[in-house]
């Protein structure tokens, strides 16, 4: 080495000793790193928004220097940051907004909340529910009728996929509808032809206007920054919003802008753009790529395109076998295969969406036509949902390096996911039925796994996931029978699902989704070891320290 470039190297060296002082060591932990060899540390050193040292306490309590933040970690579980791979972050507070519903366990304790609901928020426009579903609790226009005479009630399901109004609401949907049928619109009737209260899929529920409008991204920003903090407390650093489909998506996405402007976004934030296939596809993509810097920033990217393939209401490949109408398809082989082409164009990842067989052999169709395929670069797509893939679709995740992303919350026996897990022999026959929600197909095809929560359609809880998705039983329930038990996953699968796989999802995995010297300080300490205790408890465990970019941003005492 020439004494120039050693005395730059020792320049080097004491302006980054000047300039970084080791800021926190967190000792005595049983820190799962989530690192290529599932290493276990007890100590972990944090400098700026970068994890420094790993090792046993001895190691990294001896780089302490005067300013260092001790922190005893009492022998708990510290765990990468979670990511939630599929959210709608930005449409949440519209269903934060309406009376919570979820785990209500019988029709009397749902009336009683909304009817509280009704009092508080005085006004006579459209009472919402939001979150029923589960306990197979049925709703008639009637009950409702009786309760709310003179508003119009609507308790949205938790998937959108049941819902229950009364009179007022229907009248509502069909003016909003005229020249649509009743059936087209998931309005269910009796025998006599006359309303149940129960609609069928978000058709409807969508003409109710459960979107307020956002006028001003800067006060919405308020409202999304209630939701990060959720997230916080949840245990996420980082989340896929998989699209806003409401008309005022641009105001709707600033928000998130305007936040990380302002120092206020705690959580990495992956957005996307909704292509519908239905319009021209190369203008939309190019529309959206010349936007996309408007909304990026420090923590936010906007590098991913989302499409349907069908709606909550799967599409299959052969009918239903008690000739009840297929799901509809909303994108052909060839509209995939120009979204293909045009997001390989402009840079951008697609994640689609597909409940049903039929998107995902349409998918992996429009990719292999796809005519800048041998384009360099790898893509990094995603399908998610996958509540059924055909077994001659399995394989193509790994082989198109494609990730899988599941909902582990919602293969139960008696889930609000499930109008169709109650009754899939009759709809989807025998053969059909046993491989739904088959995640553990998708593992052994080698598919990378990314696991997420669709929140607010789906419980928030990544604990209340990793249970289910181990037990195939509603956390609630206990002795429930569990639904495909072949197809549950162990823990190791559904830890990596929800941090390093779903790093990958985001294109983020040299950055973020396990604990390494060099990549940033996102993660959570919580109050048990999930590797020591019952299945049965993992969906109690609190999260007691969330870190993100090296920063404390919730804790909680136990
Ligand atoms: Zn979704």
Known sequence: MSHVLKLFFCLALLAWGQSHALDKILFNGQIHSQDGQKSVFSALAIEGSRIVATGTDEQVLSQRKVATEIIDLKGRMVLPGFIDSHSHIGMAPDYMAACQLQNSESKQEIFRRMLACHQQQLGSGMLWGFGNGDHN??????????????????????????????SHSINIIRQENSGTTDADLGIELNEQEQPTGTLHGDMAVLSLNLYKKVEDAKLFSEKIKQEITRYNRA???????????????????????????????????????????????????????????????????????????????ERMLEPHVNGQRNGQAMATKEDIASIMDAAKWFDFRVYFHSTGDAGV???????????????????????????????????????????????????YHGSMAGAHIENEREIFGKKRAQKRYA????KLANATLSASTDFPFGILNPFVSIQTGITRQAQYKKNARPYHKEQALDLDTLISAFTINGAFQLGQEKEIGSLE??????????????YDIAVQDIGKTQVLMTFFDGQLVHSETP
């Open 235 to 313: 245990g996420y650093t980082g989340f896929f919003d998989a699209g806003n489909f409401t008309y005022d998506f641009h105001e709707r996405l600033s928000a998130f802008k305007v936040l990380d402007d302002s120092g206020l976004l705690t959580a990495r934030s992956s957005l996307s753009f909704i292509v519908d296939p239905s319009l021209p596809i190369w203008p939309q993509i190019f529309y959206y790529q010349f936007i996309r810097k408007d909304f990026e920033g420090k923590y936010v990217e906007l590098d991913t395109l989302k499409v349907f393939a069908d709606t909550t209401y």
């Open 517 to 530: 010297v060099g990549k940033l300080a996102d993660l959570i300490v919580i109050d048990q070891n999930l």
């Open 439 to 442: 995640f553990s197909d998708l």
């Open 137 to 166: 609790i049925t709703i008639t226009r009637q009950e409702l009728d009786r309760l709310f005479p003179s508003r119009p009630v609507a308790l949205i399901g938790m998937h959108h996929m049941v819902n229950f109004v009364n």
């Open 361 to 411: 052999r349409y998918f992996f169709d429009g990719l292999e036509s796809s005519q800048l395929k041998n384009h360099p670069g790898k893509p990094r797509h995603t399908v998610t949902h996958l509540s059924s893939v055909h077994e001659q679709d399995l394989r193509r995740f790994q082989q198109h390096d494609v990730v899988a992303d599941i909902q582990p919350a919602w293969a």
